[in-house]
Nanobody, 122 residues
Framework: QVQLVESGGGLVQAGDSLRVSCAAS????????MGWFRQAPGKEREFVAV????????SYADSVKGRFTISRDNAKNTVYLQMNSLKPEDTAVYYC???????????????WGQGTQVTVSS
């Protein structure tokens, strides 16, 4: 079945940078828009960023705009989230997701990874 495997999470200090990755298998990667979501303890999973199938269109949550960058490498079946100027409020489990449509709606996504923890200390 389809697999999305996130990696690259960890513990960093406020102001640091971190890049998380998501490797996809058993799907036609270039046929899917890819999204990143995050879930902090006690909160709902929220949209972070999405990238179109070709990589030419991206959208971001207001809370991360200007600090985070989503990108993809269709030859490697991998999507990335570069996170700069990290803040303690960015602490969450980060999930990648795949959908045939370009959407920011969590409920629309067909496939999800297991998540990777990002912790930002103050």
């Amino acid at each position: 079945q389809v697999q999305l495997v996130e990696s690259g999470g960890g513990l960093v200090q406020a102001g640091d940078s971190l890049r998380v990755s998501c490797a996809a298998s058993r799907l036609t990667f270039s046929a899917y828009a890819m999204g990143w979501f995050r879930q902090a303890p006690g909160k709902e999973r929220e949209f972070v960023a999405v990238i179109s199938r070709s990589g030419g269109i991206t959208s971001y949550a207001d809370s991360v705009k200007g600090r985070f960058t989503i990108s993809r490498d269709n030859a490697k079946n991998t999507v990335y989230l570069q996170m700069n100027s990290l803040k303690p409020e960015d602490t969450a489990v980060y999930y990648c997701a795949a959908d045939r449509l370009y959407t920011v709606e969590r409920s629309e996504y067909d496939y999800w990874g297991q998540g990777t923890q990002v912790t930002v200390s103050s």
